[in-house]
């Protein structure tokens, strides 16, 4: 188990690191693969996932379903970022109300104008964590989680009252990173 302070680090080094070397510009601004990284680290932080055991086991890793258009050549890259999270992922090209899928999952991500309000009542539902490729839908109450720019910087950008509809509860940790809307 990590403290609060080595998460607290790492967390900065890797937006530190990335905004430095991302050269990929995209809805938000920000690298596919750093907002992978990023979101992937951030579901670390969700307290309605399972907590370690009793007999010290961590808990599963989380479990995501990545919706991008298909042929989109980013998909890969954020894809690969969860994983180097620690994160299982499934990339699709659609999610209908689908109950297989979403049991399966903890949280979905999706790519810019692939939100519809299908995933949206599917994450409510099925109480499925929504991260965005674009914050306007975190702005908009589309989504709960995104990465946005501020002053030329990654930033973390969650939308409470969405986060709690899709039955979540956030680390303050988190919450302390991240721009609330």
Same mark, same amino acid.
């Given at each position: 188990?990590?403290?609060?302070?080595?998460?607290?680090?790492? @967390?900065?080094?890797?937006?530190?690191?990335?905004?430095?070397?991302?050269?990929?510009? +995209?809805? &938000?601004?920000?690298?596919?693969?750093?907002?992978?990284?990023?979101?992937?680290?951030?579901?670390? +932080?969700?307290?309605?996932?399972?907590?370690?055991? @009793?007999?010290?086991?961590?808990?599963?890793?989380? %479990?995501?379903?990545?919706?991008?258009?298909?042929?989109?050549? %980013?998909?890969?890259?954020?894809?690969?970022?969860?994983? /180097?999270?620690?994160?299982?992922?499934? $990339?699709?090209?659609?999610?209908?109300?689908?109950?297989?899928?979403?049991?399966?999952?903890?949280?979905? +991500?999706?790519?810019?104008?692939?939100?519809?309000?299908?995933?949206?009542?599917?994450?409510?539902?099925?109480?499925?964590?929504?991260?965005?490729? #674009?914050?306007? #839908?975190?702005?908009?109450?589309?989504?709960?989680?995104?990465?946005?720019?501020?002053?030329?910087?990654?930033?973390?950008?969650? /939308?409470?009252?969405? $986060?709690? #509809?899709?039955?979540?509860? @956030? &680390?303050?940790?988190?919450?302390?990173?991240?721009?609330?809307?």
């Amino acid at each position: 188990m990590t403290s609060p302070l080595t998460r607290r680090t790492w @967390l900065t080094a890797v937006v530190a690191a990335t905004v430095t070397l991302s050269r990929v510009s +995209y809805a &938000s601004g920000v690298d596919p693969a750093l907002q992978g990284a990023i979101l992937g680290k951030a579901l670390s +932080y969700d307290k309605t996932r399972k907590a370690p055991s @009793l007999e010290g086991k961590p808990p599963p890793k989380p %479990n995501l379903l990545v919706v991008a258009a298909a042929g989109d050549a %980013n998909a890969a890259k954020v894809a690969a970022a969860f994983e /180097n999270a620690d994160v299982s992922v499934r $990339v699709v090209s659609q999610l209908s109300a689908d109950a297989a899928a979403a049991s399966w999952a903890d949280a979905v +991500y999706v790519f810019p104008k692939q939100l519809t309000s299908a995933i949206q009542a599917l994450c409510i539902t099925h109480r499925l964590l929504s991260m965005s490729g #674009d914050v306007s #839908d975190v702005e908009g109450g589309r989504a709960s989680v995104a990465i946005g720019i501020t002053e030329g910087k990654p930033q973390i950008v969650i /939308n409470r009252k969405r $986060v709690t #509809d899709e039955g979540h509860k @956030l &680390s303050a940790r988190l919450l302390k990173l991240a721009r609330i809307v």
